[in-house]
């Protein structure tokens, strides 16, 4: 009998065939509507494995349900969605989407450097609505990339890359990290710093951590305060890591000039939130990893993380 597995989102036909070929498959068939917490709790029961995405909570709750469930396999490299201890417990795999977004979310967060630091969507706003009446010496004019200095806070993967693109704009880049990387300080000439020394001296902090208990709010009130009037906050990792209440007020007082927001606390972000109020934030709705190739490597990876474990087989990239 083939094991039975759970697709919580219409994925590409290639992977459900894939998996069609040695698993029994059911799928919430959507692209744009995540599955009902009431069908997922139905659907989790007699599931051997399930391939989720981060729109999912796997919580206790729902682990608690599952009577036969071998696997749970995140889309996505982070897996704060997802009740680690429970699963660990009940002897669940978990497994992640790790490297195969890399280079992507590098770039998407290189590119919310320069869409907040040049006032590109602003700019653009400001020419569709009819407001560009001559050049003029000081008109949205921003700051500059090029020899600034960049504090990557989390030097994993991601950070790294974004590390790597900063070169290429002779930026002085200073990171913080749970551990030192001495290997990434000598290739990519790093600076390792306390975080209060990189808030204090970066123009631009990025932030690359994965959401935990310990990054929860790393940055409140007082890491804003620290940063300068100048300076921008990038955060492509999770909405959680900041503080949004302290980073509203920050924004709008010139505690720092701007920031860039590809991930918020709650996704999707309410449409009355008060930092879209605001003109110098540019905010995209958790597109990190989104372009089509890497969509395609996560969707791939997922299914072969799921189809190894469900064999007894060492999947390629296990949590627990
Ligand atoms: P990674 O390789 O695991 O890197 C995470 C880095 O953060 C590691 O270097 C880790 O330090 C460091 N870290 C962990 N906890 C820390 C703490 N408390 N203080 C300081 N540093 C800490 O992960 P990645 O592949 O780069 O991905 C990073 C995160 O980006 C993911 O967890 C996910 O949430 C987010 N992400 C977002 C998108 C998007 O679409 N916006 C796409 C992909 C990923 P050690 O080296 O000591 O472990
Ligand atoms: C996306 O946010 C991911 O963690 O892959």
């Not at 919580?59 to 696997?71: P, T, Y």
């Not at 590390?163 to 290429?168: D, E, L, Q, S, Y």
């Not at 990387?181 to 690359?208: H, Q, R, W």
């Amino acid at each position: 009998m083939k094991p039975k597995v759970y697709i919580t989102r219409r994925i590409p036909n290639e992977i459900i065939q894939k998996l069609k070929e040695m698993c029994e498959v059911r799928m919430w068939n959507e692209e744009e509507e995540p599955v009902p917490r009431e069908v997922l709790e139905k659907e989790i029961i007699d599931s051997d494995g399930l391939f989720c995405l981060i729109t999912e909570s796997i919580d206790k709750e729902l682990l608690e349900k599952a009577n036969q469930l071998k696997v749970v396999s995140n889309m996505a490299v982070g897996y704060n969605n997802i009740d680690i201890e429970v699963a660990k417990e009940k002897g669940i795999t978990v497994t992640n989407t790790p490297g195969v977004l890399t280079e992507t979310t590098a770039d998407l967060t290189f590119a919310l450097i320069m869409a907040t630091s040049r006032r590109l969507i602003e700019s653009s706003d400001y020419l569709k609505k009819g407001n560009w009446k001559t050049w003029s010496p000081m008109q949205l004019t921003g700051h500059d990339i090029y020899g600034s200095t960049l504090g990557i806070i989390g030097l994993g993967r991601i950070g790294e890359s974004v590390a790597r693109r900063a070169r290429g704009f002779d930026m002085n880049v200073l990171y913080y990290n749970r551990s030192r990387k001495p290997d990434a300080e000598k290739e990519l000439g790093l600076n390792y710093t306390d975080m209060d020394t990189l808030l204090e001296e970066s123009d631009f902090v990025c932030i690359m951590t994965p959401y935990t208990t310990e990054t929860k709010n790393l940055i409140s009130q007082r890491e804003l305060s620290l940063m300068k009037k100048t300076s921008i906050l990038i955060n492509t990792a999770r909405g959680g890591i900041v503080d949004e209440a302290a980073l509203y007020e920050a924004l709008k007082i010139g505690t720092i000039w701007a920031a860039g927001l590809d991930v918020f606390e709650q996704e999707p972000v309410s449409l009355d939130h008060p930092l879209l109020t605001l003109p110098n934030v540019v905010v995209l709705p958790h597109i990190g990893s989104a372009s089509i190739k890497t969509r395609m490597k996560m969707a791939e990876l997922a299914a072969d993380n799921l189809i190894l474990a469900l064999q007894s087989q060492t999947p390629k990239y296990v949590v627990v």
